[in-house]
């Protein structure tokens, strides 16, 4: 079955929302960042990928994968059949915004205009202007994408997060920009300059990380593929700690999972196959791990409980 065939809604407005209050990163903004802060993430728990275009309509793709392509004409396809064909307003050069929400469960990947191309995490949204002005090229990213985008000096790349402005050349790099997660960019190659909510600038070298928590930033040297595995269907897993670990299966697998805090005391370690059935991995969890897994009778939520606590 084709992707458009697959095309389970097509919804015939754009709902707009205020996100809470936000503190400013700078006096003035870019569009896409203002557009940001008005528009509400759209709800995607039990629902397919979401692609929401020009302000006017909302796809809802009843599959937990899609290659979605958007053309310099503003023509999008998905899994290589056209599904959008750009209106007139794009071909007349007006802006407007797309929205991808990828809910948890699902993944995506999307090739900009320009070619850059993205890898969207489960429960991510990424906000992007149906043309790229001539000027400069810009996305506001809620959740991870791993970017490999194209050089253009002339027209510098900025992805935005609610609390950093990261500023691309042609590289290759990791943002993780999750509400309940500490923020973090990984450079894979290339170069960036990461602007943070407090204007602090720092530009990080390959192999580097900046991870910025309570108005810190901090930089140090990893493993870049311990941050990039999960686009290949696979975690490395470095000293993570159990709720930290439960947080991205709860995420990659769409599965509602409640952590007992005083796991955090064991970290995980290895590789965790992201293609293998969540309750086979669960089941071998429980042999590393003094875990004990309860699910509700609808099995729609896991509770993972310390085994040497009592019950």
């Not at 065939?5 to 929302?17: D, G, H, P, Q, T």
């Not at 991870?144 to 050349?169: A, G, I, N, W, Y």
Request: hydrophobic content about 35%.
């Amino acid at each position: 079955m084709s992707a458009v065939a697959s095309l389970l809604l097509l919804v015939s407005s754009y709902l707009f929302y205020q996100w809470n209050s936000l503190e400013q990163q700078e006096e003035e903004q870019t569009d896409i960042v203002a557009i940001a802060r008005e528009m509400a993430p759209v709800n995607g728990e039990g629902k397919g990928i979401q692609l929401i275009v020009g302000g006017e309509k909302a796809y809802v793709l009843n599959q937990q994968t899609a290659d979605i392509e958007m053309n310099e004409e503003g023509d999008i396809h998905v899994d290589a059949d056209l599904l959008v064909t750009a209106p007139d307003k794009v071909k007349e050069n007006k802006v407007n915004y797309n929205q991808l929400v990828v809910p948890k469960g699902a993944r995506s990947r999307l090739t900009l205009p320009d070619g850059t191309t993205m890898h969207i995490n489960s429960g991510s949204q990424v906000i992007f202007p149906e043309t790229f002005t001539a000027d400069k090229r810009e996305i506001f990213v809620n959740g991870e994408v791993f970017l490999d985008v194209v050089s253009d000096k002339q027209c510098p790349f900025f992805v935005h997060t609610r609390q950093m402005t990261v500023k691309v050349t042609g590289t290759s790099l990791n943002v993780s920009a999750y509400e309940e997660d500490i923020q973090t960019v990984v450079l894979v190659s290339g170069a960036v300059t990461v602007k943070t909510l407090n204007n602090e600038e720092n530009n990080l070298l390959p192999n580097q990380i900046l991870v910025y928590n309570d108005n810190v930033s901090t930089i140090s040297t990893v493993d870049v593929s311990n941050y990039i595995s999960w686009k290949e269907g696979y975690l490395l897993c470095d000293r993570d700690n159990l709720p930290a670990l439960m947080r991205k299966l709860s995420r990659f697998y769409g599965k509602a999972i409640h952590c007992d805090p005083s796991l955090s005391l064991y970290q995980g370690n290895g590789k965790l196959d992201l293609k293998e059935n969540f309750d086979q991995l669960m089941e071998g969890l429980k042999e590393l791990y003094p875990i004990r897994i309860i699910k509700d009778e609808n099995e729609e939520t896991y509770y993972i409980q310390n085994s040497k606590k009592p019950h």
